[in-house]
T-cell receptor
Framework: GQNIDQPTEMTATEGAIVQINCTYQTSGFNGLFWYQQHAGEAPTFLSYNVLDGLEEKGRFSSFLSRSKGYSYLLLKELQMKDSASYLCAGLDSNYQLIWGAGTKLIIKP | GAVVSQHPSRVICKSGTSVKIECRSLDFQATTMFWYRQFPKQSLMLMATSNEGSKATYEQGVEKDKFLINHASLTLSTLTVTSAHPEDSSFYIC?????????????FGPGTRLTVT
């Protein structure tokens, strides 16, 4: 079956760095997405990795290892507004997104 | 670019009535649109996938006669919740994807919060 695993909740301090891990099992693989979702709002796109390695985009970076079925989202210089749920989603062989349950990130001052 | 609108943002209806939700891609052509439902503190649940001009493909457990989806044009898809019941109260979100090869990102609408009384 297809499955995306990520931690349910994480807590970090303002100004610090946090890494949110995601492991995936999909029928075929066409890339890995990360989305951010604030409470009561729709998800917004953060990153898309299809090749191994690290993609950096400002304070956010995303890493992919296809051989390990593993990705992480790295958030630096955390701000209070980064408090949100972070959704990991794998794109399967039919180009359908398989969604994880999301990681709720709590930022403390 | 890549803006998706959704209307209405909130709707309250009485049990037994029907509600229509519109999803529009404003600045691109969406060959594929997706409808999701999300209950509080839970992840997105894909309800159905629709391609312009063809019937929607529903996920297992989603009643196609209850959740009517129409993708009449490359910029518009509608979801009609028929004979709504309180258990249908949820956050409904649409997303749209361009038809260009190599572009698989889904652009999300702002969501519609449905409350059935």
């Amino acid at each position: 079956g297809q499955n995306i695993d990520q931690p349910t909740e994480m807590t970090a301090t303002e100004g610090a760095i946090v890494q949110i891990n995601c492991t995936y099992q999909t029928s075929g693989f066409n890339g890995l997405f990360w989305y951010q979702q604030h409470a009561g709002e729709a998800p917004t796109f953060l990153s898309y990795n299809v090749l191994d390695g690290l993609e950096e985009k400002g304070r956010f970076s995303s890493f992919l290892s296809r051989s390990k079925g593993y990705s992480y989202l790295l958030l630096k210089e955390l701000q209070m507004k980064d408090s949100a749920s972070y959704l990991c989603a794998g794109l399967d062989s039919n180009y359908q997104l398989i969604w994880g349950a999301g990681t709720k990130l709590i930022i403390k001052p | 670019g890549a803006v998706v609108s959704q209307h209405p943002s909130r709707v309250i209806c009485k049990s037994g009535t029907s509600v229509k939700i519109e999803c529009r891609s404003l600045d691109f052509q969406a060959t594929t649109m997706f409808w999701y439902r999300q209950f509080p503190k839970q992840s997105l649940m894909l309800m159905a996938t629709s391609n312009e001009g063809s019937k929607a493909t529903y996920e297992q457990g989603v009643e196609k006669d209850k959740f009517l989806i129409n993708h009449a044009s490359l910029t518009l898809s509608t979801l009609t919740v028929t004979s709504a019941h309180p258990e249908d109260s949820s956050f409904y979100i649409c997303s749209a994807r361009e038809g260009r090869e190599g572009f698989y990102e889904q652009y999300f609408g702002p969501g519609t919060r449905l409350t059935v009384t």
